[in-house]
T-cell receptor
Framework: GQQVMQIPQYQHVQEGEDFTTYCNSS?????IQWYKQRPGGHPVFLIQ?????EVKKQKRLTFQFGEAKKNSSLHITATQTTDVGTYFC???????????FGTGTRLKVLA | DTEVTQTPKHLVMGMTNKKSLKCEQH?????MYWYKQKAKKPPELMFV???????INESVPSRFSPECPNSSLLNLHLHALQPEDSALYLC????????????FGDGTRLSIL
């Protein structure tokens, strides 16, 4: 079945450093969503990407969808302690409205 | 604060018990979802309801029985669960199924003794 892998699994950064997580699918995607889950919390929707090569920004966060629509990335500039949590991509293929969550990247930010 | 409300927040039950998880949203969303999340793992889709009809069942064992009494409510009936069913059960809703953001509840943390 479809697999959605994220790398790295874990990342520890010093506050102020940048962070990137990568999401890779074995199949071509229709669209991709990104969620953040704080420790002890629930996933919170961040963004949705639909078009090949699409780039979207939200303050310090930059999201990109690959040209082949098989991968995506989330980049955080100058991390803050409030960025701590697990970042999940959720991928959908055409012909289904079901999202498969990626394996997640757990971010720790050291003050 | 989440706009999707789940009750109870915690549940401990024996393997022979019958219990239900409840989920409620008043955002007018027409798609509702149940996910299971084990510690340090991603949410795994269990069921999707669209316009109060079950549209996706991800081959979930019959000891889990979903129900959507109306467009605002989603239940998950539990019976004869196994210890490996211990997990966080998350409910989510979206405006429609498809290209819509999912809004998650805080979840019910379920422990099976």
């Amino acid at each position: 079945g479809q697999q959605v892998m994220q790398i790295p699994q874990y990342q520890h950064v010093q506050e102020g450093e940048d962070f990137t997580t990568y999401c890779n699918s074995s199949t071509t995607l229709s669209n991709i969503q990104w969620y953040k889950q704080r420790p002890g919390g629930h996933p919170v929707f961040l963004i949705q990407l639909v078009k090949s090569g699409e780039v979207k920004k939200q303050k310090r966060l930059t999201f990109q969808f690959g040209e082949a629509k098989k991968n995506s990335s989330l980049h955080i500039t100058a991390t803050q302690t409030t960025d701590v949590g697990t970042y999940f991509c959720a991928a959908r293929t055409s012909g289904t409205y079901k999202y498969i969550f990626g394996t997640g990247t757990r971010l720790k930010v050291l003050a | 604060d989440t706009e999707v409300t789940q009750t109870p927040k915690h549940l401990v039950m024996g393997m022979t018990n019958k219990k239900s998880l409840k989920c409620e949203q008043h955002m007018g969303h027409r798609a509702m979802y149940w996910y299971k999340q084990k510690a340090k793992k991603p949410p795994e889709l269990m069921f999707v309801y669209s316009y109060e009809k079950l549209s996706i069942n991800e081959s979930v064992p019959s000891r889990f029985s979903p129900e959507c009494p109306n467009s605002s409510l989603l239940n998950l009936h539990l019976h004869a669960l196994q210890p490996e069913d211990s997990a966080l059960y998350l409910c989510a809703s979206s405006q429609e199924s498809g290209d819509q953001p999912q809004h998650f509840g805080d979840g019910t943390r379920l422990s099976i003794l």
